[in-house]
């Protein structure tokens, strides 16, 4: 079974800093690997996607991921916060292309003034 | 027009109801799925069906069921709603071809 572990539910960050968020998986099929966020009141949108191509995954607002398999790791990254990165983010993982959805517990995203 | 539409968006109920959420889509995709949202847990799978004849439950199926009326509808009904079932409620679609999903606005469910 596939799993999924986001480390810090919450996480607080300065705007213009580092924005880093934590996820590994365990699957034992290379997986394809995901990025969501969901901004208040709204439903989950696609922020970048890995499906066993590049490593360095770029994707929409500036944020970016990287595949580690050694670590098992997918961690979501944006060089600089601006206000309107603060939302819920959440990792997800599937054997392969067409199958089902697991998700990590989310991580909710402040950024301070 | 939103591709995957939820009704309703926000729903209030008592225990023991029954209660139906439905789902339609204009993305044409043969997958739809239905997740539930609560904090800390992320979203977890209740059912999903990869074409009309089929449907599959998830990891927390027990007190739901589901319709697959036609490709472009599904629907999640709570027989006799309970407390717990308060939730945050998502349908989602997808292609066979594709990992990603395309989610619904969510419907926001209170059971009293």
């Known amino acids: 079974a596939q799993s999924v572990t986001q480390l810090g539910s919450h996480v607080s960050v300065s705007e213009g800093a580092l924005v880093l968020l934590r996820c590994n998986y365990s699957?034992?099929?290379?997986?394809?690997l995901f990025w969501y966020v969901q901004y208040p009141n709204q439903g989950l949108q696609l922020l970048l996607k890995y499906t066993s191509a590049a490593t360095l995954v770029k994707g929409i607002n500036g944020f970016e991921a990287e595949f580690k398999k050694s670590e098992t790791s997918f961690h979501l990254t944006k060089p600089s916060a601006h206000m309107s990165d603060a939302a819920e983010y959440f990792c997800?993982?599937?054997?392969?292309?067409?199958?089902?959805?697991?998700f990590g517990g989310g991580t909710r995203v402040l950024v301070k003034p | 027009d939103a591709d995957v539409t939820q009704t309703p968006r926000n729903r209030i109920t008592k225990t023991g109801k029954r209660i139906m959420l439905e789902c339609s889509q204009t993305k044409g995709h043969d997958r739809m799925y239905w997740y539930r949202q609560d904090p800390g847990l992320g979203l977890r799978l209740i059912y999903y069906s990869f074409d009309v004849k089929d449907i599959n439950k998830g990891e927390i199926s027990d007190g739901y069921s589901v319709s697959r009326q036609a490709q472009a509808k599904f629907s999640l009904s709570l027989e006799s709603a309970i407390p717990n079932q308060t939730a945050l409620y998502f349908c989602a679609t997808g292609r066979r071809d594709s990992g990603e999903l395309f989610f619904g606005e969510g419907s926001r469910l209170t059971v009293l």
């Open positions: 997800a993982v599937t054997r392969a292309a067409g199958n089902k959805l697991t």
């Open positions: 699957s034992s099929v290379p997986p394809y």
